[in-house]
């Protein structure tokens, strides 16, 4: 069982620059393929970025060049750094792991989700 908690959400200003952390329990974190999802009231959640176990990345492309995501084994800890914000972007972000080793733009590939943390960027 792996439960994750995400932090970092807020309120920022296109342009603007926000860090998710997302921290896990358990002692296997490092065995985890990790993604972020965003989803908006009224839409399906939506693949962000993802780092597998190998550290390899896989990013949307509406995020591409914008966002980067990275893991931190020692801290069982993934994160996602977002720059150049824009209104478009504003969502509920959310955390999520599988215990395989294949990156999954599917949210129904994960096994594990966090309770999701509210980004919103003003124009």
């Known amino acids: 069982q792996v439960q994750l908690v995400e932090s970092g959400g807020g309120l920022v200003q296109a342009g603007g620059s926000l860090r998710l952390s997302c921290t896990a329990s358990g002692r296997t974190f490092s065995g985890y393929t990790m993604g972020w999802f965003r989803q908006v009231p009224g839409k399906e959640r939506e693949f962000v970025a993802g780092?597998?176990?190998?550290?390899?990345?896989t990013y949307a492309d509406s995020v591409k060049g914008r966002f980067t995501i990275s893991r931190d084994n020692a801290k069982n800890t993934v994160f996602l750094q977002m720059n150049s914000l824009k209104p478009e972007d504003t969502a509920v972000y959310y955390c999520?792991?599988?215990?395989?080793?294949?990156?999954?733009?599917?949210?129904?590939?994960?096994?594990?989700w966090g309770q999701g943390t509210q980004v919103t960027v003003s124009s």
């Open positions: 999520a792991a599988r215990s395989s080793p294949l990156q999954s733009r599917d949210p129904s590939a994960y096994d594990y």
């Open positions: 780092i597998r176990r190998d550290s390899a990345i």
